[in-house]
Nanobody
Framework: QVQLVESGGGLVQAGGSLRLSCVAS????????MRWYRQPLGKQREWVGT???????GYTDSVEGRFTISRDNVKNTQFLQMNSLKPEDTAVYYC?????????WGQGTQVTVSS
């Protein structure tokens, strides 16, 4: 059974940084693309970025240059380094594993950026 557990969220001032982690279990992590999504309160969930199995990355325009996704296939962990945070980055952040037949989601971690 695939499980994803995010951590690292919290409260930070605008301009600050946070690093989110997503630990995967129950699967061969290195085979799959991993994604980060976020959902601001009262809004739809939106894609933040992706890291492929071979380490290529892509980001939505609003975080390009500020956020960096990486992965450690030995530790089955995906990371989201968030720098120069803005109040509009406030959301619940979710990691997602892009499996063969379905996607798997973590429970989410709250990131709050104060102005």
């Amino acid at each position: 059974q695939v499980q994803l557990v995010e951590s690292g969220g919290g409260l930070v001032q605008a301009g600050g940084s946070l690093r989110l982690s997503c630990v995967a279990s129950g699967t061969i992590f290195s085979r799959y693309a991993m994604r980060w999504y976020r959902q601001p309160l009262g809004k739809q969930r939106e894609w933040v970025g992706t890291i492929t199995a071979d380490g290529s990355t892509g980001y939505t325009d609003s975080v390009e240059g500020r956020f960096t996704i990486s992965r450690d296939n030995v530790k089955n962990t995906q990371f989201l380094q968030m720098n120069s945070l803005k109040p509009e980055d406030t959301a619940v952040y979710y990691c997602m594993l892009d499996g063969i037949s379905r996607s798997y989601w973590g429970q989410g971690t709250q990131v709050t950026v104060s102005s």
